[in-house]
Nanobody, 126 residues
Framework: QVQLVESGGGLVQAGGSLRLACEASGGTFSRYAMGWFRQAPGKERECVASINYNGGSTYYADSVKGRFTISRDNAKNTVYLQMNSLKPEDTAVYYC???????????????????WGQGTQVTVSA
């Protein structure tokens, strides 16, 4: 059973930065795409970034392009989300997820992911 544990969330002022980390255990991390999703109150869960199994291909939502960077360290079974120039509208619970398909490319579709972390709160004050 794969377990994903996020860390790095918190409260930051607009324009600030945070780095989220998601450590995986219990599976073959290096062979699966990973994604970062977020969900704000009253809104649907959306994919902000995704990375393929070897880090060679990435996806970003238009709303975060140029501000967020997804990366992975397969030796540490960890995926990261560097968030710069944060805005109040980035406030949400952020979740990491692991793709259901072995050797997968990135995906922005939630139901292509099998395992989810518990989420970490990111709050950006104006």
């Amino acid at each position: 059973q794969v377990q994903l544990v996020e860390s790095g969330g918190g409260l930051v002022q607009a324009g600030g930065s945070l780095r989220l980390a998601c450590e995986a255990s219990g599976g073959t991390f290096s062979r699966y795409a990973m994604g970062w999703f977020r969900q704000a109150p009253g809104k649907e869960r959306e994919c902000v970034a995704s990375i393929n199994y070897n880090g060679g291909s990435t996806y970003y939502a238009d709303s975060v392009k140029g501000r967020f960077t997804i990366s992975r360290d397969n030796a540490k079974n960890t995926v990261y989300l560097q968030m710069n120039s944060l805005k109040p509208e980035d406030t949400a619970v952020y979740y990491c997820a692991q793709s259901r398909q072995y050797g997968s490319s990135w995906s922005r579709i939630p139901n292509t992911y099998t395992y989810w972390g518990q989420g970490t709160q990111v709050t950006v004050s104006a």
